[in-house]
């Protein structure tokens, strides 16, 4: 059964409510996603009056590299695929053997 929400800690619960308002951080020229943009968290923190903020950030931490390893292997996946249909025939995948007799 998968996990939900309320399935974990509160403290865990608003590490997730407050990832969700930090903005993303894409790498220009590959479009490669770079995790999470930190410069707001501190009033994120100031702003809903997180009791445990240290806590939180490692939480947030934990879950944005699991986001990041998430998308990195989905965009190799991406990638693979679109060389193998590149890729000129027999050149990935089946090689075919002719035997002719004459």
Wanted: charged content about 30%.
């Amino acid at each position: 059964m998968p996990l939900i929400f309320s399935d974990f800690p509160e403290e865990v619960q608003v590490a997730f409510f407050l990832y969700d308002f930090l903005p993303d951080n894409w790498e220009g020229m590959s479009g490669s996603y770079l995790g999470k943009d930190y410069s707001t968290i501190e009033f994120l923190f100031k702003l809903f009056e997180v009791s445990e903020p240290k806590e939180t950030l490692l939480f947030i931490k934990i879950y944005d590299q699991k986001v990041v390893e998430y998308r990195m292997k989905k965009q190799q996946q991406k990638e693979k695929a679109s060389k193998v249909k590149k890729s000129p025939p027999g050149a990935a995948g089946k090689k075919y053997v002719h035997n002719v007799k004459g």
